[in-house]
């Protein structure tokens, strides 16, 4: 479940789940379907009964009646302004105008709209950088009159005095409390009450990790690098290097490579405003695939690992893409694309020539971690088709017959660099199946279970004899609520 949120009467809790709004009747437990969704990115609950909500990625603002029903698109993207998203909406007292976050290339920031209109109006100019993306919500102070409370730079949490009735901001900012967290599409984590109380949270610190060697039994072997708040890895195609993602105290994730002989690291990217992610080798170790946030949703970036080339821009979309895997020859990347009306979908982008964009696999289910075979012939992937995420195996580059690999639940494939087997894991469990790969029919064994990892991230050596592993050394404590009661006499000062 995702981005909760209150009916007006304190009776329901709202939230996004199984690609469905849903609601939650906190006195009978009982859980009904308001309407399709995404993933969603956020929503709000007037007193009129209306909801209104961000399906997720690419998506504008649509809203639905809280008793069920279809739901009705209320904003409209604007993409020669580089619109990329309308999220994170919160009603003002009257249940028709409202407070929402705009992602957009030139016109990023707060804006307040009407459920009876088109218009909107600019109230919080924002940079156009994911750093700067933030919620707003609305506290009252009496008779119109109150507080528009948002998150600036991932960290500070400010209030403005704000007109309701007018529409109009007063004065200037107020600090609140600092090092609030805020999630890389502007999801702070903060509300507030009617009557006066903010709850906040704070940045925590990060779970420490170690890279773990470990063999076919899960038997630890050696540790690989110094232990460090990594999020995520992948292992060069020769062995010899990693490319990590670092979680930085400012939330905006770094790239590092490690090099495994020295026990080195080098960091990839110094861009330090940008939050990077999913990095994926090029298949000669020469480049490194990833996404990154700049100035619009998270994008394909291509940099290579040696000299002082800055990165290349692959792809610009107002949906979010990341890499997933590159075609032997190193002439295609395999990305995934969020998509509010067919979820997430596996798209392949050729680097020479026009560079055209192709989907792979676009239905109405959630597709995702595809990786190609090391012979060019197969690709791997994640489907959520039966209602369960499982792995499958369809021809590449044309998919076509596809044939299911897991049973009960599946996530991350990948292949031996021969090709004769097929790695996944089964929720903690990491499963292997052997690969037939001659002829047009796929073959592979029944799975079998190796060992349990700690995490869902793991790579696998060359020969498949060896696994690298995240091992959390020092865990990081869950940070408390804070909590700030009349904080508004405060402002009002």
């Known amino acids: 479940a995702d981005s909760p949120f209150w009916s007006p009467d304190g009776r329901y809790i709202a939230f996004f789940a199984d690609n469905k709004l849903k609601k939650i009747d906190t006195q009978s437990n009982v859980i009904e379907i308001i309407c399709p969704a995404g993933s969603g990115r956020g929503g709000d609950w007037s007193r009129n009964g209306v909801i209104l909500f961000c399906a997720g990625d690419g998506a504008a603002l649509s809203r639905v009646n809280a008793a069920g029903g279809k739901s009705e698109i209320v904003t409209e993207l604007d993409a020669a302004l580089g619109e990329t998203n309308h999220d994170y909406p919160s009603f003002l007292p009257d249940g028709e105008h409202y407070l929402f976050h705009l992602f957009g290339k030139d016109n990023h920031g707060i804006y307040v709209g009407s459920l009876n209109s088109k218009e909107r109006k600019l109230l919080i100019a924002l940079s156009a950088d994911a750093a700067n993306s933030t919620r707003a ?19 500070t949490l400010l209030a403005r005095a704000f007109d309701a009735d007018r529409l109009e901001l007063k004065g200037e900012p107020f600090r609140i409390a600092e090092n609030v967290i805020v999630s890389l599409t502007g999801n702070a984590r903060f509300t507030t009450a009617a009557n006066g109380t903010l709850a906040y949270l704070q940045n925590r610190e990060m779970d420490v990790a170690q890279l773990t060697w470990c063999d076919r039994s899960g038997k630890r072997l050696a540790g690989a690098g110094t232990a460090e708040p990594w999020t995520s890895f992948a292992l060069s195609p020769d062995d010899a290097a990693v ?182 894991l089964s929720g903690k469990q990491l499963m292997a199946a052997s690969v037939n790969n001659g002829g047009t029919e796929f073959q592979a064994s029944a799975p079998r279970p190796l060992f349990e990892i700690e995490g869902a991230n793991y790579a696998v050596s060359r020969d498949g004899q060896r696994f690298l592993t995240s091992v959390v050394t020092e865990r990081a404590p869950t940070p408390p609520i804070n909590v700030a009661l009349n904080w508004t006499a405060e402002v009002k000062k």
Request: hydrophobic share 35%.
């Open 243 to 424: 490319a990590l993602i670092r979680n930085e105290p400012s939330r905006l994730n770094s790239l590092w490579q490690l090099n495994l002989a020295q026990g080195t690291t080098t960091r990839v990217v110094t861009d330090t405003d940008s939050a990077n992610f999913f990095p994926v080798w090029s298949p000669d170790g020469e480049q490194l695939a990833f996404a990154s946030a700049r100035n619009s949703a998270l994008n394909l970036y291509l940099k290579r690992t040696t000299g002082t080339a800055p990165e290349e821009r692959l792809l610009e979309t107002r949906f979010q893409t990341y890499p997933l895997s590159w075609s032997p020859d190193g002439k295609v990347l395999i990305y995934a694309m969020g998509d509010p009306q067919t979820r997430t979908d596996i798209w392949a982008l050729p680097l020479t020539g026009e560079r055209k964009p192709q989907p792979l696999l676009q239905t109405k289910a959630d597709e995702r971690a595809a990786k190609v075979s090391p012979d060019g012939n197969w690709l791997a992937y994640v489907s959520d088709e039966t209602g369960v995420a499982e792995v499958y195996v369809t021809t590449f580059p044309q998919p076509g017959r596809a044939w299911r690999i897991s049973k009960s639940g599946a996530n991350n494939p990948a292949w031996r660099a021969d090709g004769k087997e097929l790695f996944y």
């Open 137 to 155: 919500v609305w506290s009252a102070s009496g008779s119109g009159a109150g507080f528009l409370v948002y998150a600036l730079n991932r960290t």
